[in-house]
């Protein structure tokens, strides 16, 4: 189904996390995203949700859309800044990556934005140097500044690429956390995932798992990260191959284990250089309204918060099915069910004014209109994310005022895992009569 939605800026998402985005493209794919939340994204709303799918590994949403490789540590390399090219939006103008896949993208004289950091890339180098094992280093280049740097680490048993970024959280209270936290094994497949706590209140985590969810045979990535007390974010990513992709596998495994990771992202050679990143900057005042209606200002819809979607998913589910899996947050949910026959996904998504982008949704396709003005749309289509005969039916359905509540179900535990049953184990018709529940409606909002 089209996925060509407008993706916009909004300033104060990108004053929180734009240095990590930058450092790939200021951007990253858009045309892969399932319909459980398109509209979710679109015209740049939803600035929690757009925050933890464009950047935080741990987060359920971002498994959610499917952007390949994100979670394994490409948004947050700036050694793939030319790579990214191809799936993200041109490399910003007067950032110059250096010559090779392990190179650092390198802001030119005068193109620094509000919130970027000039640490000399020479000493973010020496951090990873005095803090990993013993082996030979190579960097392409390190006379620039910034924020992230990219190299090849070798110790006799095959050349890895490996890349550190530091970075601000943001500035909420829990921003950050869903970078530290293990992500939901019904949407990133990974070996193994451990996280913690150190004596000072901060939180890190080590994750071992891959570069491409549907390419489980090809490049590993092995990726820690820590979250500071104080917000800062040090986040490590290595390879079992001299670039994350592209190249020939070099290794069995990546270079570091889980512990000598753990070790690297803790030490404290990273407090100096991250005290010398600026304060995020201040978010703009909202500007003037649309044309036509000088000094409106459309208001920030509600947002659901808690597990309360999920709960309440839970609760709908027909007779015959057992949970075996259950996870979200705020506007997004998902169980995992068996009915004996096989596992089976189902997914769902609650949101607030829609409205905006009801004629993208709404416009084509099987499209029915109810008596009270609700707007139902059906579709099956196959899987995308890889999974072998995996098919995908999905219920959308929204009110005049912009209410959608969209559902989708698997005929697999995974959509990156091979079909355990025929059909999902919901029919169309449940997955409707589930989309247009009065329960959605009652659910708190904020």
């Keep these: 189904m089209p996925q060509n939605e407008h993706h916009d800026h909004d300033p104060e998402f990108l004053g929180e996390f734009g240095s990590a985005l930058r450092a790939t493209g200021e951007g990253f794919p858009v045309d892969s995203r399932p319909e459980l939340v398109s509209g979710g994204l679109a015209r740049g709303r939803r600035r929690l949700l757009r925050r933890r799918l464009a950047v935080t590994g741990g987060a359920l949403a971002l498994a959610a859309i499917g952007v390949g490789g994100v979670y394994a540590g490409s948004v947050v390399t700036p050694a793939k800044q030319a790579d990214k ?5 041109a490399p910003r103008a007067g950032v110059t990556p250096t010559p090779g896949t392990g190179g650092a993208a390198t802001p030119d004289a005068g193109t620094l934005k509000p919130g970027e950091a000039e640490i000399p890339l020479s000493e973010i ?5 005095a803090n990993a094992p013993a082996g030979q280093w190579r960097f392409d280049g390190l006379e620039g500044t910034g924020q992230g740097v990219g190299g090849y680490f070798d110790d006799g048993q095959g050349e890895a690429a490996v890349s550190a970024f530091l970075s601000r959280a943001g500035r909420e209270p829990d921003a950050g956390l869903d970078m530290v936290t293990c992500p939901e094994k019904a949407y990133v497949p990974y070996d193994h995932c451990k996280e913690g706590r150190l004596g000072d209140g901060s939180r890190w985590m080590v994750f071992q798992g891959y570069e491409y969810a549907d390419k489980r045979e090809e490049t590993k990535n092995w990726r820690a990260v820590l979250l500071t007390k104080d917000g800062f974010l040090v986040d490590v990513s290595e390879y079992n191959a001299p670039a994350e992709k592209g190249a020939e596998i070099s290794r069995e495994n990546p270079p570091f284990s889980a512990e000598q990771l753990k070790t690297l992202v803790t030490a404290e050679g990273w407090r100096p250089l991250l005290k010398q990143i600026p304060p995020l900057p201040t978010a703009p005042a909202a500007g003037p309204g649309k044309a036509g209606a000088p000094g409106k200002v459309r208001q920030a819809p509600p947002q659901i918060t808690g597990n309360g979607v999920t709960n309440t998913l839970r609760g709908l589910m027909p007779k015959g099915l057992t949970v075996v899996d259950k996870g979200g947050e705020g506007e997004f949910g998902f169980v995992v069910v068996d009915d004996g026959k096989g596992k089976s996904l189902v997914q769902i998504n609650v949101q607030y004014g829609m409205d905006d982008v009801a004629g ?8 029915t209109t109810l008596p009270d ?11 995308e994310k890889g999974g072998a005969g ?5 219920a959308d ?24 049953r025929a059909e999902p184990a919901l029919t169309m018709e449940q997955l409707k009569a589930i989309a247009l529940d009065p329960k959605w409606a009652k659910l708190p909002a904020k």
């Design 373 to 383: 003005g609700r707007k139902v749309k059906l579709i099956q289509q196959p899987g």
């Design 360 to 367: 993208d949704l709404f416009g084509s396709g099987d499209v």
């Design 390 to 394: 995996v098919v995908w039916w999905t």
């Design 85 to 89: 090219a191809s799936v993200a939006s």
């Design 125 to 129: 180098a020496d951090v990873l140097k």
């Design 397 to 420: 359905t929204m009110t005049k005022d912009g209410f959608r509540v969209v559902v989708s179900a698997f005929n697999t535990g995974a959509q990156h895992e091979a079909a355990t």
